[in-house]
């Protein structure tokens, strides 16, 4: 149900665009975002946009550097990755909430549904 794409590497100072195709029943009552994962760390939140899709929020590590759109026509989730750093290299996940009370989370315990992930690596 939730499909990434666009992973790759790409050299410092670079750009990378994510794509996460979602099924149709992620509707307005989930917020989506995406996180990443390092091997040996715990997965952490990146930005997400809030159920209904009126606010973003970013990890202060990304913020100015990435962009979280969504288009629900195309049933597409986004993260434009610009000014890579090295820090950034991870396995990126696709995730959705349901908004039970909150309407957005950057906390990977709030997410009920997962992508597979794709790997960004930056040299």
């Known amino acids: 149900q939730l499909v990434e794409s666009g992973g790759g590497s790409v050299q410092v100072g670079g750009s990378l665009t994510l794509s996460c195709a979602f099924s149709r029943y992620f509707n307005s009552n989930y917020y989506m975002a995406w996180l990443r994962q390092i091997p040996g760390k715990e997965r952490e939140g990146v930005a997400v946009?809030?159920?209904?899709?009126?606010?973003?929020y970013y990890a202060d590590s990304v913020k100015g550097r990435f962009t979280i759109s969504q288009d629900n026509a195309k049933n597409t989730l986004y993260l434009r990755m610009n000014d890579l750093k090295l820090d950034d290299t991870a396995m990126y996940f696709c995730?959705?909430?349901?908004?039970?009370?909150?309407?957005?989370?950057?906390?990977?315990?709030?997410?009920?549904?997962w992508g597979q992930g794709t790997q960004v690596t930056v040299s």
């Open positions: 995730a959705a909430g349901r908004a039970y009370g909150i309407m957005w989370s950057l906390d990977p315990n709030q997410f009920e549904y």
């Open positions: 946009i809030s159920a209904g899709g009126s606010n973003t």
